[in-house]
């Protein structure tokens, strides 16, 4: 069958954290917090923002003060209106660096682009929407469908219903593309075909099968166009 709408992950399948500009961030932050008498160590905040990163990607943290309030708070620290203003700064500054497309990924989309509808389906945080179009990524979607907006995060089936609803198409129509079998299972659980990303680092990080096979697998995200 030929497909006609593709939806695909984000994280792990078109870009990946560059882990020295993201050490370099939370280093940042560590100086930071030390200047207004908080003494923590860099491993202790990486596990706090570990646990607020899952937490926030279901609900939209429209300003920096609930981000980091929520920060603050898991570090009993209390809130300051300057502090937070300064570790919004430095969280500013170092977005940009902190996302790399994986190689090839823009000239993949334009190629997909041309033949398919395309939906972005993303497990991520408030503000990865500026990531997104700073990336150059934005103009080749149909609709984005970010866990944060609506609420709920992969596998859950409404984030795949959301995205062919968007798309004006029946599953059966479309395929899904993640670097996550967890993200897989849910999209099969609804009829959609799947492709399995291997260049992600959690692959099988929450998920229900380990015995679970993808209709399709690829090294990377280059080869998709061989799959179609």
């Known amino acids: 069958m030929r497909f006609k709408g593709v939806l695909i992950d984000f994280g792990g399948t078109l870009a990946y954290i560059d882990e020295v500009e993201n050490t370099r961030y939370e280093e940042a932050l560590v100086s930071k917090l030390w200047e207004y008498g908080c003494e923590l160590h860099l491993k ?5 923002l570990a646990d607020i990163y899952v937490s926030s990607t279901k609900r939209d943290l429209n300003a920096p003060q609930e981000f980091w309030g929520l920060v603050l708070g898991k570090l009993g620290i209390p809130e300051q209106p300057e502090l937070i203003g300064a570790l919004e700064t430095i969280k500013s500054a170092h977005a ?8 090839g990924v823009l000239g993949v989309l334009a190629v997909l682009q041309k033949k398919y509808r395309l939906a972005l389906v993303s497990n991520c945080t408030t503000g990865t929407d500026r990531v997104l179009d700073s990336l150059g990524l934005t103009s080749f979607f149909g609709c984005m469908i970010l866990s944060y907006q609506t609420g709920v995060r992969k ?13 004006r198409l029946e599953s059966e129509e479309c395929v899904f593309v993640a670097d996550e079998i967890s993200d897989l299972e849910g999209a099969r659980e609804i009829g959609i075909k799947t492709i399995l990303v291997q260049q992600g680092r959690n692959r099988f990080q929450d998920a229900k099968n380990l015995e679970f096979r993808p209709d399709f697998q690829i090294s990377q995200i280059s080869e998709i166009i061989n799959v179609l």
């Open 44 to 48: 202790d905040l990486d596990a706090v």
């Open 96 to 103: 940009p660096a902190m996302w790399k497309l994986y190689d």
């Open 155 to 167: 596998p859950d089936r409404r984030m795949y219903h959301e995205a062919l609803k968007c798309l």
